[in-house]
């Protein structure tokens, strides 16, 4: 049920923009996206609901294809704040639990 | 003020030893999660818990059980440790309320020698 995410890894330079894909063979309820600094544990950016509309948090949206099951998060003008590994996760309807992809390792360089 | 903490942050263990890891909660949430972390692997869910003594299986549960006899307390125990259980375990909570967001606590770096 591990949804696969693409690409890897990615670099950036300050102010340009980077897509993470996020694919499930699986029908979703709801995908979630993390991120990951070195030697911390993930922290929520944001929630895309069955049904729902895009999410945005500043520079970093998300939206969700729920006929694809795909979902792909958007940074845009990235700064070296964003620099981590960003997950996403993914939950089937009624399960209460998510499985995770194996990750997308983002560096942004000055 | 964090409101899940994991003990203990660090342990070294033998083979064939039982080992428990703890994740504590003061945000009453219904929700706790045990993931594993290994490189390549990306977070793998080994167990979950919906309420006081109702537990169920993730992906990766064999050689580990777990227990919540409180709300706030949820235990992972490698049952005999192997070299293969060497990872970094977080502990999330969840109350599939509002955001529904999980929130991680800071892990526990188990070496298994």
């Known amino acids: 049920q591990q949804p696969v995410q693409s690409p890897q890894a990615v670099i950036l330079r300050e102010g340009e923009d980077a897509v993470i894909n996020c694919s499930s063979s699986?029908?979703?309820?709801?995908v979630h996206w993390y991120r990951q600094k070195h030697g911390e544990a993930p922290v929520f950016l944001m929630i895309l609901l069955k049904g729902g509309e895009q999410k945005g948090h500043e520079k970093i949206s998300a939206s969700f294809n729920e006929k694809k099951q795909q979902s792909s998060l958007y940074l845009t003008a990235s700064q070296l704040s964003y620099s981590g590994t960003y997950f996403c996760?993914?939950?089937?309807?009624?399960?209460?639990?998510?499985?995770f992809g194996t990750g997308t390792r983002l560096t942004v360089i000055p | 003020d964090a409101g899940i903490t994991q003990s203990p942050r660090h342990k070294v263990t033998e083979t064939g030893t039982p080992v428990t890891l703890r994740c504590h909660q003061t945000?009453?949430?219904?929700?706790m999660y045990w993931y594993r972390q290994d490189p390549g692997h990306g977070l793998r869910l080994i167990h979950y818990s919906y309420g006081v003594k109702d537990t169920d299986k993730g992906e990766v549960s064999d050689g580990y059980s777990v227990s919540r006899s409180k709300t706030e307390d949820f235990l992972l125990t490698l049952e005999s440790a192997t070299s293969s259980q060497t990872s970094v375990y977080f502990c999330?909570?969840?109350?599939?309320?509002?955001?529904?967001?999980?929130?991680f606590g800071s892990g526990t770096r188990l070496t298994v020698v």
């Open positions: 999330a909570i969840s109350d599939y309320t509002g955001n529904y967001g999980y929130t």
């Open positions: 699986k029908a979703l309820y709801s």
């Open positions: 945000e009453n949430h219904r929700y």
């Open positions: 996760g993914t939950e089937v309807a009624g399960a209460n639990n998510l499985f």
